[in-house]
């Protein structure tokens, strides 16, 4: 089973700054997607990256796909409190179906 | 009806009970999950079912019986389970056969066992 590592862990914030979170393996994934989920909710998929380099955003939020496929990142600019929430990543795994979760990173942005 | 949807919400169960969670996926996929989400810990996948047959069993507890009659609805049947199965149980349904698999959740069902 390969393994994602999300970092930081908790993150806590004030409304209008820029935050990064990491998400990181020593394997090499497919694909890899970004959710995020609310209490009591399910997790939303916000995005999937495919091929290495790529970027891809979505308003104020910036993906990346490391070169190797085995990395990603999420950049947020001029964070809201809405963004609040717990940021999960999840790789496709290269052999199948298969999504390896990171632990997440909640954040918690302040007004 | 959009996405994935799961009933119920929340469920109290006592251990000698029997209870099924129900999840209905509108999306016309052909693959369905049920994970396990716990306080501290990543999403644990619990099972796969690709066109209603069964193709991962995560070394789950007997205690818990997926079915699936259709590629539509997936079932998660509960019966003699133990405090520490209390958790978020969480479906999903993707389409599989592409190079990409994208996974959709439901809102969850909330359970907690005394």
């Known amino acids: 089973t390969q393994l994602l590592e999300q970092s930081p862990q908790f993150l806590s914030i004030q409304e209008g700054e820029n935050l990064t979170v990491y998400c990181n393996s020593s394997?090499?994934?497919?694909?890899l997607q970004w959710y995020r989920q609310e209490p009591g909710e399910g997790p939303v998929l916000l995005v999937t990256?495919?091929?290495?380099?790529e970027v891809k955003k979505l308003k104020r939020l910036t993906f990346q796909f490391g070169d190797a496929r085995k990395d990603s990142s999420l950049h947020i600019t001029a964070a809201q409190p809405g963004d609040t929430g717990l940021y999960l990543c999840?790789?496709?795994?290269?052999?199948?179906?298969?999504?390896?979760f990171g632990e997440g990173t909640q954040l918690t942005v302040n007004p | 009806e959009t996405g994935v949807t799961q009933t119920p919400r929340h469920l109290v169960m006592g251990m000698t009970n029997k209870k099924s969670l129900k999840c209905e996926q509108h999306?016309?996929?052909?693959?369905m999950y049920w994970y396990k989400q716990s306080a501290k810990k990543p999403l644990e996948l619990m099972f796969v079912?690709?066109?209603?047959?069964?193709?991962e069993n995560n070394s789950v507890p007997s205690r818990f019986s997926p079915e699936c009659p259709n590629s539509s609805h997936l079932f998660l049947h509960l019966h003699t389970l133990q405090p520490e199965d209390s958790a978020l149980y969480l479906c999903?349904?993707?389409?599989?056969?592409?190079?990409?698999?994208?996974?959709?959740f439901g809102p969850g069902t909330r359970l907690t066992v005394t």
């Open positions: 394997s090499v994934f497919s694909s």
């Open positions: 999903a349904s993707s389409q599989v056969g592409g190079a990409v698999y994208e996974q959709y």
């Open positions: 079912y690709n066109f209603k047959e069964q193709t």
């Open positions: 990256v495919v091929t290495g380099g």
């Open positions: 999306l016309g996929h052909n693959a």
């Open positions: 999840a790789g496709q795994e290269t052999s199948g179906s298969r999504l390896t």
